[in-house]
Structure formats: structure tokens, C-alpha cells
């Protein structure tokens, strides 16, 4: 049975991932700051996600940590879910801190929080799986990203409201993608892939939905995001690796089925040929053709 670690499990996309990785057959261990309802402003808990992976009956563990502290030690954590559920094949890096002051306005503590959750966090959890990955010659490590890492064109520069204020979060978003790609390349060949996964769209989730007013732009499934982190972590490794990945488009690319978070069934009217071609970053950029 694999066994996974998915960061940001107690909520939104990273809840969703460990509940198809439940339904693909892995063992899951789950990872987040609020363990019980209550213990955060925001719905979700990791005691939900395991409860709902245990009653379909998936193996799964919840473990208490905060990865924007100073003192979060890594190897405590993979230890305890190693324990539990026996070596780690997946990794998934899915917890974020997302700030939004401009550039001028970003105080020092939220950057650090911004850099220990989105960089530091991700590095290290990394870099304690990997040697036992390449020893067992199989793995994969999948780093959740933003569009906000692209840079936006320029000058002069007219920048989309949902970019304005991200520039730590973005910032920090490109540096794992920098690192995740230069770590594939290290890595190639020894069976062991490493990725990047952004969505396509917004994504209604928990933690969005209190940042910013979605209603207003495209929206993609949790189960596209879920379908194109499977696809990732259980492709080719000489083939899927140091791919910097958008959701629907890697889909619509691929021609994959997108299945609903029990991988019961097909998820109805988000198949990729019902797509809407302005919702994916393939389309929207390319070269626009003189007339």
C-alpha cells in the first residue's frame, strides 16, 4: 500500500487530494495546524479528513504541526507518520501562507511566515522522503504553486486585480517552482519525479473564499485539482518530472478523464472536452496571431 503526506490536509485542496489519494488505494498521512474543529476560524479539520478517509476505508493519520513556526522540525513529523503508515512514496506539499499587502506594506514577520511555509517548509519535508525515494527507486514529491509565481508582463505593467498585493506570496510560489525543477534535474533517472501543480482558476475553498470574493471569476473543481495531482504523482517519472503544471490544462493536454474525489465515477460537465478554452492557461497563452 503507497503512503502519502499531504500538508494542508485539514481543508480545501489539500483535503481533497488525500481524499482521492484514499480512493486510489494509499495509506494517507495528513498534516495541518488544526487538528479538531473549533481550533481555527475556518471550517475543516484534520480529524474530518481522517474520518472521512477511514470510513472509505483508507488507512490514515492526522499529525498536529505548524509550519510556519521556527521550531517546526520536519523529521518529527515524517517520523511519526512512518510509524504509522510505513514509508513515505508521496509528498505533498500543499500548505500555504498567502498574504496579500503590497510590496511596501508587507511586514517582516508575515514575509518570514511566508518564506517558512511556501519555501522552507516544503525544502525540508522534502529533503528528509527523498533519499528513502531514490534508495527504493520510486517516489514522487508534488509542490503545490500559484499563477501569482508568473511574472506579469511588463512595462509598463498593467497588473490584474488578483495579482495586485501578491508579490510575497508569488515570490515565494516562483522559488519553489525555481527549486522544484532544479531538484528533478538532480534527480532524473533515479525513479523519482518532482512537480509543480497550480490551478488553472480559482478554486473555492475554505481559506480562498476568506481572502478574496470568487464569485467573480472562474472557478475549477476540487476534483480537477485532485485528478491532476494523481496524474503527477503516479505518472512516469522519466516522463512526468520538473513540470511546472496548471490543472485543467495539464488535463485538457493529456486528454484525462477527470474523476470525482471517490474515483467512483466521471465527474459530470468537467470532462476536458467541456472545458471552456478561456479557463485554461494554455490558451490564454499563446501568441496572439497578427490579423
Known amino acids: 500500500m503507497p ?39 475556518l471550517a475543516g479539520s484534520l480529524a474530518g479528513t481522517v474520518d472521512r478517509l477511514r470510513e472509505s476505508g483508507a488507512a490514515a493519520h492526522a ?53 517558512r511555509v511556501n519555501v522552507a517548509a516544503p525544502w525540508l519535508l522534502a529533503q528528509h522522503v527523498l533519499p528513502g525515494m531514490v534508495e527504493r527507486g520510486s517516489g514522487s514529491v508534488l509542490n503545490l504553486t500559484s499563477q501569482t509565481a508568473i511574472m506579469p508582463p511588463g ?24 527549486a522544484t525543477v532544479g531538484a528533478a534535474a538532480e534527480l532524473f533517472g533515479t525513479g523519482v519525479s518532482l512537480n509543480c501543480l ?19 471569476y472562474p472557478n475549477e473543481p476540487l476534483d480537477a485539482m485532485a485528478e491532476s495531482a494523481w496524474a503527477l504523482l503516479s ?22 478523464p477527470v474523476k470525482t474525489l471517490d ?14 478554452i478561456e479557463y485554461l492557461i494554455d490558451a490564454r497563452s499563446e501568441p496572439k496571431k497578427d490579423s
Not at 490544462?249 to 484525462?256: D, G, I, T
Open 3 to 41: 503512503v502519502a503526506l499531504v500538508t494542508g490536509a485539514s481543508r480545501g485542496i489539500g483535503a481533497a487530494i488525500a481524499q482521492r489519494l484514499g480512493a486510489e488505494g494509499c495509506a494517507v498521512g495528513c498534516v495541518a495546524r488544526t487538528m479538531v474543529d473549533g481550533d481555527s476560524h
Open 63 to 115: 499529525v498536529a504541526a505548524d509550519l510556519s513556526s521556527p521550531d517546526f522540525d520536519p523529521a518529527v513529523v515524517i517520523a511519526e507518520v512512518e510509524a504509522e503508515l510505513g514509508p513515505i512514496d508521496y509528498l505533498i506539499n500543499n500548505a500555504a501562507a498567502a498574504f496579500y499587502p503590497s510590496y511596501l506594506d508587507m511586514s517582516r514577520k508575515r514575509m518570514e511566515i511566508s518564506f
Open 155 to 178: 512595462p509598463p505593467f498593467s497588473v490584474a486585480p488578483q495579482i495586485l498585493g501578491a508579490t510575497a506570496y508569488g515570490g515565494s510560489k516562483a522559488w519553489l517552482e525555481r
Open 198 to 216: 497550480s490551478p488553472d482558476t480559482s478554486v473555492i475553498t475554505e481559506g480562498s473564499t476568506a481572502l478574496v470574493d470568487l464569485s467573480k
Open 235 to 256: 505518472g512516469d517519472p522519466a516522463k512526468f518530472t520538473g513540470r511546472i503544471e496548471y490543472s485543467l490544462s495539464f488535463l485538457w493536454r493529456e486528454k484525462r
Open 263 to 276: 474515483a467512483t465515477q466521471l465527474l459530470d460537465g468537467w470532462q476536458p472536452a467541456d472545458f471552456p
